[in-house]
């Protein structure tokens, strides 16, 4: 069975930092890039980030780069999002997503054929 577990997310004030973790099994990891994403109300799922688990290739989008950070422990499974000097605009569900290396879009959910089960950050201005 395959399973995305997510955890760390939570209330912070502005210029604040959290970290959020995505435990994978279920899948062959080094075949898998890791996607996170985020969906405020009102607006549509964005892509903010992703790893290729084969070769740590990364990608951010505009919004997160220089203040989020995507690393991954290959021999537990795990994606992590460090988010830095977070703003009320990242406020939102986080969600993690696994898909082939090969197949996935860059950004977008295209490909991604397993998902978590999405993580509140909230961030005080």
């Known amino acids: 069975e395959v399973q995305l577990v997510l955890s760390g997310g939570g209330l912070v004030q502005a210029g604040g930092s959290l970290r959020l973790s995505c435990a994978a099994s279920g899948f062959t990891f080094d075949d898998y890039a890791i996607g996170w994403f985020r969906q405020a109300p009102g607006k549509e799922r964005e892509g903010i980030s992703s790893i290729s688990s084969s070769d740590g290739s990364t990608y951010y989008a505009d919004s997160v780069k220089g203040r989020f950070t995507i690393s991954s422990d290959n021999a537990k499974n795990t994606v992590y999002l460090q988010m830095n000097s977070l703003k009320p605009e990242d406020t939102a569900v986080y969600y993690c997503?696994?898909?082939?290396?090969?197949?996935?879009?860059?950004?977008?959910?295209?490909?991604?054929?397993?998902w978590g089960q999405g993580t509140q950050v909230t961030v005080s201005s």
């Open positions: 997503a696994a898909g082939p290396s090969g197949r996935v879009g860059v950004g977008t959910p295209f490909g991604y054929d397993y």
